[in-house]
């Protein structure tokens, strides 16, 4: 409508303009931009435990998960704590409307799936494991918006009850699925080497990603050691590497997006056109969410 709509806010007049845009006036009468009428989805993206400078617990999210979500999803990434005494999961999901669970170097702690944990694969982050595991379980339930990335996926295959392989490369006949290296074991310090596409992904025909994506194979990153063994009874592998090693996976009847992928979906996720398609079908689903 061309006319503005009144409203009182703090005792002070919103008015909001055409396009959308609310204003008030300042001290001096003129009209000062304080918002949007139509808010941006809210995504909740899992943090990390770390310490910083050996002595600092923190939590940390990489940066660029935030700006795929804000700058492909077109959502707010609002990061929380992946630890279980801070993060009410409940009231968590009142106030966002989707969820993404990233990477991180730690591991499931293999207790979750009725495993026996060894030294050489640690770290873990027992704490993230409780949060996620009970966010898959919550956000599959309550028809929220849920993208799982990398450990993600492996989080959202033991919540619905399968189990992970702590090291990939060692079973026979499969690749080594870890991030590039140089000859004296340090990371490659080039990131570019480092998320290059490593393999191919062959989809399955006329499944959700294939769909999405309009291909039947794809080509993705790699930088995994941990990856799913046996899927749970709700988890619908979607995508192979070459050497049988699920790439991606959607859950059974789930009633929002709720799909997650073994490699860094979050690199060039506004130019990668595999990645950004991804985020922008999380984004569609965050949306529709919102509006419901």
């Known amino acids: 409508m061309d006319l503005p709509l009144w409203k009182l ?3 002070r007049l919103r008015v909001v ?4 845009f609310q204003s ?3 001290d001096m009468g003129r009209k000062v931009k304080v918002g949007s009428a139509m808010s941006r989805p809210v995504v909740g993206v899992i943090g990390n435990s770390h310490i910083v400078e050996n002595r600092f617990p923190a939590q940390i999210c990489g940066e660029k998960n935030l700006r795929a979500v804000a700058e492909v999803a077109g959502a707010l990434p609002l990061v929380f704590a992946g630890v279980p005494d801070i993060t009410d999961v409940g009231a968590l999901l009142e106030v966002v409307d989707g969820i993404l669970l990233t990477g991180a170097r730690a591991n499931v702690h293999p207790t979750r799936f009725r495993a026996e944990p060894h030294a050489k694969h640690e770290p873990y982050d027992e704490r993230r494991d409780s949060v996620a595991l009970s966010l898959v379980e919550a956000c599959v339930e309550k028809g929220i918006p849920i993208f799982g990335i990398c450990r993600g996926l492996q989080e959202m295959n033991v919540a619905m009850g399968g189990s992970l392989h702590p090291e990939i490369r060692e079973i026979p006949g499969r690749m080594n ?3 590039p290296r140089l000859e ?3 990371i490659h310090p080039d990131p570019t080497v480092v998320f290059a ?3 191919d992904v062959t989809l399955v025909p006329d499944g959700v990603f294939a769909r999405l994506l309009g291909r039947e194979t794809i080509r993705v990153n790699s930088l995994h050691g941990q990856g799913i063994e046996e899927p749970g009874p709700r988890v619908v592998i ?3 590497a070459d050497d049988g090693t699920v790439e991606a996976i959607r859950i059974a009847d789930a009633p929002a997006f709720a799909l997650g992928v073994q490699w860094h979906a979050e690199y060039e996720a506004a130019k990668n056109p595999i990645n950004r398609v991804l985020f922008e079908a999380f984004g569609t689903a965050l949306a529709a ?3 419901g």
Not at 17 to 20: K, L, M
Request: hydrophobic share 10%; glycine share 16%; net charge neutral.
């Open 9 to 11: 806010h703090n005792r």
């Open 17 to 20: 303009e055409p396009g959308g």
């Open 24 to 26: 008030q006036p300042d």
């Open 177 to 179: 699925h870890r991030m």
């Open 184 to 186: 004296n074991g340090e």
């Open 197 to 199: 596409d490593r393999h």
């Open 238 to 240: 979607e995508g192979l």
């Open 289 to 291: 969410h919102k509006r």
